[in-house]
RNA sequence: GGCCUCGUAGUUCAAUGGAUAGAAUAGAAGUUUCCUAAACUUUAGAUCCAGGUUCGAUUCCUGGCGAGGCUACCA
C-alpha cells in the first residue's frame, strides 16, 4: 500500500522535474494482462506540459522512475501508457508481509458508529426470495462495514401492527378451527401466511359480488364487510382490546418462531430489533415542531405537509387530518430513536428501489428539522429481483418462497455432492453440514455477486448450479488448499529464487484484495468482494493445476508454495465471511 | 403526463473516462498412471439507435426507441 503512494510521490517529483508540473492528481491503475507490466501510469493529461509525444514523455518519466524506485526494474511504453515492470523481490516481500503478519485491512475510519436497518418483514406472511436479497445484502454490509473499522449495530425494524396484520388474525378468527403450528405441524410464519391468502380469497370474492351488483370498484374495496372488519379490528387494537391484543400476540409470536428459523438457516442475525408497535406512534412531536418553526405547514382541514417543490419534489404528508401519522412520519421519529439510542455517525436503511422517492423525502425532512444526523443518512436502495418468468406477484402466486428455496439448494447441493462420491467417509453430522454450508453458500453469493444496485434476474435452475462463478467453486479452491494443509507439515514462508506467472498473479490479487474491502465498503456493495475473492479462487485453481505444491524438486520452492497457498486460503475465507458465507474443510 | 433507474456475447453478469470490452453458462474440441476433474486448456460469440463533449466514451451530455419503478391522507 505504502509503495504505492511512493510510487505516486515519485510521479509528481518527475513530472515536476521534467515539465515542472505542480501537484496534481496521480493514478496508477493495474496493467492490462493483455500488457506487460503491473502498474500502468497513463501520460496522455500531461501532454500539453511536456510538449513531446505520448512515446517519448512515457519513455522519459518511465526512465526517471526505474532510476529513483528501487521496485520498479523495467518499463515499458505503448502509445500514452508507461507500464512499470516491478522486480520479483518486490513481489515476494508482498508475499512474505502477508504469509508472516496475516492478512491486513487498514481501517477506513475511526470511531465512526453506523446502523444498518435491514430485513425488516411485515408479520403477516413468510419471507421470500425478495427478502433473502434484502437480508444477505444487509448482512454481508454490516460485515463489510465492521472490516474497514466501523462499530455497527445491525438493526431490524418489523412492522408487527396494521392493516395486514389484522387480516390474517380476521381470517384465522373466523376460518381456522383453532388451527395452531403444533396441531397443523405447519411452520408459524407459514400458517399466518394461510390466512392471510385465505382473508384475500374471501375479500376478493366479496369486492366482485359488490361490482356485480354495481358498486364502482374502488367502492367496492372499501366497502367490503371484510374490509370494514379489518378496519374495526384495527381500531380496537389501537384501542387495547384484550381479545384483539392477545390474539395479535399469539399470531406475532408465531411468525416469529418461523422468522428465527429461517434467519438462523440464512445466517443473519441482529442487535437490536424495534417493533413498529412501539415506534409507530414517534415523529409526531417531530411535526409539531417543524410546523412551529415554520418549515412545515397546515391545510384547511388540519393536514400537515412539508413543500419540496424548492427541491424539486413535490409536496408531501406528515400527518393526516385527524392527527394520526403516515409512513413518513414513523420513519421521522425512529431516526430519531435511533439518534438517541446510538448516537450513530452513519444511518444505513437497506430497503428496494421502490422506495427511492420516500428516503428522499425523508433526508430532506430531517434537514429542514435541522437534525445533526440528517447527512449521515443513506438509503442503500437495491433492485427487484425478477424471476425467468417475469416479476414476483403474490397475487398470482408466482413468490419464491424463502424456506423452500433454501430446502431446494440445499438438495441439490446434497445430491451433486453424492453423485461425486468424495464424502463417503463423513457422517451424518459433518454431511449435513456440508450440505448447507454448500447450498446456502450457493444461493447467498448467487445474490451477491451481482451489484447491490441492479435489478437481477433470478433463475432457480441456475442457482442450484454449483460450476463456473459459484460459492462452491471458491468453496472447491478453499477445500483443496486445506485438503494440503493437512499433507504438509508446515507452512513457514521461505524465500522463493524466482516466481512463475502462476504464482505472481496470486501475489497480485492477494496484494489487491484490502482495496476491494475498501471499495465494497465505500460503495456499500459487496459484489466487489465477491469478483476479488472468484479472480482469487480462479488463480488459485491454475496454479493448482501447472504447478505441483508439495512435490516442487526444491525445498523451498515447496515451503513458499504452501505458504503461498495458505494465504490464498485466508484470503478466501475473509472474503466469505465477509459475504456471510461459510467455508468447508472438505467437500 | 411528470420524476427516477436500466439497455453489453444466445443467456446471466463484469469493466475509478483509457490500450485489443472481461467472466460464467449454453455450443464446439481437448486434459486424469500426478497434491480433490465441483477443476484445467483451446475455440466461436456483444456495447439499443443518432448526435455531442474529449487526445480517448460501454462509461459523461442531448434526443429517440425499449424495459422497470415511483407518482396514496398504504407500509
Redesign the pocket.
Known amino acids: 500500500m505504502d509503495f504505492i503512494q511512493e510510487l505516486k510521490t515519485q510521479t509528481q517529483n518527475a513530472l515536476t522535474d521534467l515539465y515542472t508540473i505542480e501537484k496534481v492528481e496521480i493514478?496508477f491503475?493495474q496493467?492490462?494482462p493483455?500488457?506487460e507490466?503491473d502498474f500502468?501510469f497513463?501520460v496522455?493529461?500531461y501532454l500539453r506540459y511536456s510538449k513531446k509525444k505520448p512515446e517519448d514523455t512515457a519513455a522519459e518519466i518511465g526512465e526517471y522512475l526505474r532510476e529513483k524506485v528501487k521496485e520498479v526494474s523495467n518499463y515499458n511504453v505503448?502509445?500514452?501508457?508507461l507500464?512499470l515492470e516491478l522486480s520479483d523481490t518486490y513481489w515476494i516481500s508482498v508475499a512474505s508481509e502477508i504469509s508472516n503478519n496475516g492478512l491486513r485491512i487498514p481501517a477506513l475510519v475511526k470511531n465512526q458508529k453506523v446502523v444498518v436497518e435491514y430485513s425488516s418483514p411485515?408479520t403477516n406472511k413468510p419471507l421470500h426470495l425478495g427478502h433473502i436479497r434484502n437480508n444477505v445484502l444487509g448482512y454481508s454490509i454490516c460485515k463489510i462495514l465492521e472490516a474497514n473499522g466501523y462499530d455497527v449495530i445491525k438493526n431490524n425494524l418489523v412492522?408487527d401492527r396494521?392493516?395486514h396484520i389484522c387480516k390474517s388474525m380476521l381470517a384465522w378468527q373466523k376460518w381456522g378451527n383453532g388451527e395452531t403450528p403444533e396441531s397443523s405441524g405447519i411452520k408459524g410464519d407459514h400458517l399466518v401466511g394461510k390466512y392471510y391468502v385465505e382473508f384475500d380469497k374471501h375479500y376478493q370474492k366479496q369486492i366482485s359480488e359488490l361490482v356485480e351488483g354495481g358498486t364502482d370498484k374502488d367502492l367496492a374495496k372499501n366497502e367490503a364487510p371484510l374490509m370494514k372488519e379489518t378496519r374495526q379490528m384495527l381500531q380496537q387494537w389501537e384501542e387495547g382490546k384484550q381479545e384483539v391484543l392477545s390474539l395479535w400476540k399469539k399470531m406475532n409470536g408465531w411468525v416469529y418462531d418461523g422468522f428465527d428459523v429461517t434467519y438462523n438457516r440464512l445466517g443473519v442475525s441482529f442487535d437490536k430489533i424495534y417493533y413498529?408497535s412501539d415506534t409507530?406512534l414517534l415523529g409526531k412531536e417531530l411535526v409539531q415542531e417543524g410546523l412551529e418553526s415554520g418549515v412545515f405547514f397546515q391545510?384547511d382541514?388540519g393536514?400537515v405537509w412539508v413543500d419540496l417543490t424548492s427541491e424539486?419534489l413535490?409536496e408531501k404528508?406528515l400527518q393526516?387530518?385527524?392527527g394520526t401519522?403516515?409512513?413518513m412520519t414513523?420513519d421521522i421519529g425512529t431516526a430519531d430513536l435511533k439518534f438517541n439510542d446510538f448516537g450513530m455517525d452513519k444511518f444505513i436503511y437497506v430497503v428496494g428501489?421502490?422506495?427511492?422517492?420516500?428516503f428522499k423525502v425523508l433526508q430532506l425532512v430531517l434537514k429542514k428539522l435541522n437534525k445533526p444526523y440528517a447527512d449521515g443518512l443513506y438509503h442503500l436502495s437495491y433492485?427487484?429481483v425478477d424471476l425467468p418468468e417475469g416479476?414476483m406477484k403474490s397475487r398470482e402466486g408466482t413468490v419464491v418462497d424463502a424456506d423452500e428455496l433454501m430446502e431446494e439448494v440445499v438438495g441439490a447441493?446434497k445430491s451433486?455432492?453424492e453423485e461425486?462420491g468424495?464424502?463417503e467417509d463423513m457422517n451424518e453430522e459433518e454431511l449435513t453440514n456440508?450440505y448447507e454450508t454448500?447450498g446456502i453458500g450457493a444461493l447467498k453469493y448467487y445474490l451477491l455477486?451481482?451489484?447491490a444496485?441492479?435489478?437481477?434476474?433470478f433463475?432457480p435452475n441456475?442457482s442450484i448450479?454449483?460450476?463456473?462463478?459459484?460459492a462452491?467453486?471458491i468453496q472447491?479452491a478453499y477445500?483443496?488448499i486445506?485438503?494440503?494443509l493437512r499433507?504438509a507439515d508446515s507452512s513457514d514462508f521461505e524465500m522463493p529464487d524466482n516466481l512463475n506467472e502462476e504464482e505472481k498473479s496470486l501475489i497480485v490479487l492477494m496484494n489487491n484484495y484490502p482495496n476491494a474491502v475498501h471499495a465494497a465498503a465505500t460503495h456499500y456493495n459487496p459484489?466487489e468482494i465477491a469478483?476479488a475473492v472468484?479472480e482469487l479462487a480462479?488463480a488459485f485453481?491454475?496454479f493448482?493445476?501447472?504447478?505441483?505444491?508439495?512435490?516442487a524438486k526444491e525445498n523451498s520452492t515447496k515451503q513458499f508454495r504452501i505458504a503461498l497457498s495458505k494465504a490464498v486460503g485466508e484470503t478466501l475465507k475473509h472474503g466469505f465471511s465477509l459475504l456471510g458465507i461459510d467455508m468447508p474443510e472438505?467437500?
Do not use: W
Not at 453 to 457: P, V, Y
Open positions: 493514478n491503475e496493467t492490462n493483455n500488457f507490466g500502468t497513463v496522455f493529461p505503448v502509445k500514452g501508457f507500464n411485515n412492522n396494521g392493516v413498529v409507530y391545510k382541514d393536514s424539486g413535490d404528508i393526516r387530518a385527524d401519522s403516515v409512513y414513523q428501489n421502490e422506495q427511492d422517492y420516500h433492485g427487484m416479476k447441493a451433486q455432492t461425486l468424495k464424502t456440508l454448500l455477486k451481482v451489484d444496485k441492479k435489478r437481477m434476474m433463475d441456475e448450479q454449483l460450476q463456473g462463478d459459484t462452491p467453486f472447491y477445500t483443496r486445506a485438503s494440503l499433507a459484489s469478483n472468484y480462479k485453481n491454475k493448482y493445476h501447472e504447478h505441483s505444491i508439495l512435490g472438505r467437500m
